[in-house]
Each structure stands twice: as structure tokens, then as C-alpha cells.
């Protein structure tokens, strides 16, 4: 499995540009919607979610959704979307190479005795092929969740609960940015 990669916008890594994900090092990371004068460092965050970036707001807050006072003004939701289209090129690439692994392993039994009540490999072929279905329905799932989410940033729902409305708490959606849900509501 290939490891999660945030893109610049460029299409490049930021490797070797001094800069990492978009930032200037040794800057703390503050998530877009947190309240002016808290500390937020990157130890404070859910492991993995240093470079994420926060996207909804605050529930103080009564700025308009997709708007950040750290960048004056300028719409969170480019960063979102390019996150968003990072984590759905990665799901394709997940569904590609599950392909292959599929289309190797029916190319490997084709033409051999398939038995599996009676033949010994013709167990482990059926467990490896059922082990590919549920990857592949998995990272579909995923795929379907990161396209849901693109559809409600492009109509402007993005971060909000869609069980009661309230805005969802920036932590969660850098941590899960296809979050539908406040914590509250995925709780019950």
C-alpha cells in the first residue's frame, strides 16, 4: 500500500522547496475556525493531522462557512477540495492496483483443477479472492464517501452536521475530512 501523500497545488510534493505541505517550517499549525488566542500545536491534534489542516468553524463563530481570519479571508475550501482530490486519487489508485492483484490471481488458477472443497490451494484462493472483494468494496465505499463530500463543498454544506445543522468541530474533519456528522450525532 502506498503511503497518504498531500500534494502541493502545484502537483509537486514541496520536497526540496522549503517549505512542507504548503507551510513554512516551524511555523505551529492552527486550524482554520479555531478561536483566536487558544494554543493549538501539533501535539494537541489526533496523530496524522499535523498537515491536514482544519476546515469548518467553530460554533462561535459567525463568520460565513469556508472562510479562514488566519488567511485573510481567502476560501478554505480550495485546500479542502485539493485535499479531498488527494484522497480520491489515492482511492483510484487503491481500486487500480486491487484490480491487477485480482486479474493476477484468476490469470494464476486459470486452467488448474479448482476443487475447494477437495483441493488444498482451492481454499486459500477462494479466501484470497473473497479478502479482494471486501478491499475493494471497502476503498469503493471510501471513494463514494470522498465524492459526497466534493458534492457538499460544492454546495456549500460541507462541514456542517447533517443530522442537526451545527458546524462540525475542525479536529474531526482533519481527521475525517467525508465526516457527515458532528461527534454528538455519530455518537447516538
Partial sequence: MRPFTFLQRDGSDGAGTGTRGGRRRGRPFVPDGARRGTATTHATLPAGCARAGGVAR??????????????????????????????????????AGLGATRSDLVESVRGANIDDEHDPEGQTIAFERAQLDTLVADVGRRLQEVDAALARLADGTYGRCAVGGEPIDPARLAARPTATTCVEHATR
Fill in 58 to 95: 467553530s460554533v462561535d463563530d459567525d463568520r460565513p462557512a469556508g472562510r479562514s481570519h488566519a488567511r485573510g479571508g481567502t476560501h478554505v475550501s480550495d485546500e479542502v477540495r485539493e485535499r479531498l482530490l488527494a484522497l480520491r486519487a489515492d482511492a483510484l489508485d487503491r481500486l
